[in-house]
């Protein structure tokens, strides 16, 4: 089984930019689409962006196209999200998903980090 930790969440200010790592243990993620989740307070989990075990096939959700970027280290069996131009409406807890196969837009992922909290002030 795969664990995922997540970390590099915190507070900053908007405009500002942060940088999210999930590492993996248990195994590598070489074979694995990845994503970030995110859910605000009161809303529903929303897939923000992911990325192919082949790393050719990346998402982003509308909101945070040209702002965040997605990427994969497999030999560091750690994916990243990198969050420039931040916004408020980008306050969330953040998550880590991993899934086997080249499917990536979906919900339906198998493993799952504990989350960071991003918190965006205006």
């Known amino acids: 089984q795969v664990q995922l930790v997540e970390s590099g969440g915190g507070l900053v200010q908007a405009g500002g930019s942060l940088r999210l790592s999930c590492a993996a243990s248990?195994?590598?993620?070489?074979?694995?689409?990845m994503a970030w989740f995110r859910q605000a307070p009161g809303k529903e989990r929303e897939l923000v962006s992911g990325i192919g075990w082949s790393a050719d096939k990346t998402y982003y959700r509308d909101s945070v196209k040209g702002r965040f970027t997605i990427a994969r280290d497999n030999a560091k069996n750690t994916v990243y999200l990198q969050m420039n131009s931040l916004k408020p409406e980008d306050t969330a807890v953040y998550y880590c998903?991993?899934?086997?196969?080249?499917?990536?837009?979906?919900?339906?992922?198998?493993?799952w980090g504990q989350g960071t909290q991003v918190t965006v002030s205006s």
């Open positions: 248990g195994g590598t993620i070489s074979q694995y689409s």
């Open positions: 998903a991993a899934r086997l196969g080249q499917v990536v837009i979906t919900r339906q992922y198998t493993y």
